[in-house]
């Protein structure tokens, strides 16, 4: 939900992608993706699953290079940096993975540490307040010691969210922080992003096909369809949109432009 | 132009080699140095693989003191068994066998290892905590092999030895004094350095095909199973291969040396 009271901070894009293009061989996953994301502000990406969301995603954080267009975040232009620039460039962001990724050889507290204990200077009881105090954001204190293998779905998740946050990044990215777990968890993990977007005021930009968490912690919503933003408003007004495509996804109907044949084997081509 | 595939696939796993071996030397000097990735390598590597090194190498030193009577004893030359056999296993055998088990046993585990965290995102969560993967990852691994492998083939060498000569002194009633005398004889220091080299080459062989293969995963559990069968029959291949001219080399050498 959007705050107004929140006070508005516009000095240029924090997250700029202007242009996007991306295919692998024949299928055209972004065909000129435009979206700028503000200081502060938490942008939701919706849309169906293989429509290229994850894939932009990786071009915030230049996992993966597009083949046309920019992304330019707090105004530097990925593409001028080097692999070592780049590297070191990523220590802004902090992302959290659909499954959480975390490292399966290490404890939680040591997957949640790792930045801090790659990245700065602090000493190892500083690593340790600090990441205790990471879990206990995701609701999750006392259990550093445990191995990702011992955890629930949605735990790893969280722990995944809490080591994303660790090392204080300026600019969070969520990959379908909520897909697959209870209405409960989603609840939680909800209200943990918007605490860290607007308890926090991190800039965020995650991407989801989960609907009702869509509204819950965007300040502005935006669909992707065949690898471009067609929509993006706020949550109210996003609901209310007339484009057929937005009420298609909003009201989970099989029918529509969406899943039309002849749209989706011109998305072929 | 396009090259057929019979070409096209050997020279690109060539090029991709060479590419992540240049990667693993540029960030091998650079900090932070993690010592405890390296020493946890070294003992994964290393010390877990002692047990199957000692049995493969006491059996090859055994059979290769049989076949040794063999064909020796048609030429009433079965005094040079000790020679044959230390000579076999320090400049061939114990760097080959080993390089082939630890491709099987260490290999295939990197290549297994780091496929499962490509497919489950782990790698691009290092990336993204601004940790190189090829520095992370790969360097420790691939050092660990180097450091380790020339040990076990030391060890090889050792058992091998110990293998022939229960075989030619128990079963082949030799003369233990003669034997042992006769092993040593025709064995300098440079020949014993040859087999370490190797040891050496192979690891790393070994830790960079093994880890290259994980780090090119691609679709799921099916393609971890893929990887993992790729880094030991490409690190097999690679050392047979690489042998041949690794010891082209090694004899082109000799004379400077042993001058």
Known sequence: MSDPSRPAVDDGPVVALEGLHKSFGDL????????????????????????????MLKHVIGLIRPDAGRVVVNGVDLA??????????????????QEGALFDSMTVAENVGFALRRLTDLSGAQVRERVEECLRMVRLEGTGGKMPAELSGGMRRRVGFARAIAHEPAILLFDEPTTGLD???????????????????????TITHDMESAFRIADRVGLLYRGRIVALAPPEEFRRLDDPRVQQFIHGRAEGPLTDPRELAGAEV | MTLPAVV???????????????????????????????????????V?????????????????????????????????????????????????????IIAGRVGSSMGAEIGTMRVTEQIDALEVMATDPVHYLMVPRVWALVIMLPMLVLLGDVVGMAGGYLVAVVLLEANPVVYIDNSFQYMDLWDLFQGLAKGAFFGLLVGVIGCQKG?????????????????VVAASIAILISDFFLTKVLNWLTPWVTG
């Open chain 2, 48 to 100: 877990d693989s002692v047990p199957v090194i000692l049995l493969t190498a006491l059996f090859t030193g055994a059979v290769l003191a049989l076949q040794s009577y063999t064909v020796l004893a048609r030429f009433n030359a079965e005094g040079f068994i000790g020679s044959l056999v230390a000579l076999s296993l320090v400049l061939e055998l114990s760097p080959v066998i080993g390089g082939l």
């Open chain 2, 215 to 231: 780090f090119d995963t691609r679709g799921g559990a099916e393609g971890v199973g893929r990887s993992t069968t790729r880094a």
């Open chain 2, 8 to 46: 096209e696939r050997p020279v690109a796993e060539v090029g991709r080699f060479f590419e992540v071996l240049w990667r693993v030397l540029l960030w091998t000097p650079r900090p932070p140095y993690d010592w405890r990735q390296l020493a946890r390598q070294l003992v994964r590597v290393g």
């Open chain 1, 183 to 205: 209405p409960v968890i989603t609840a939680l993990v909800d209200e943990v992003i918007l605490e860290l977007t607007e308890g926090l005021g991190t800039t965020a930009l």
């Open chain 1, 28 to 55: 055209v996953v972004l065909d000129g993706l435009d979206l700028e994301v503000r200081q502060g502000e938490s942008v939701v990406v919706i849309g169906g699953s293989g429509t290229g969301k994850s894939v």
């Open chain 1, 80 to 97: 001028s940096l080097g692999h070592r620039e780049l590297t070191t460039f990523r220590r802004r962001f902090g992302m959290a993975f």
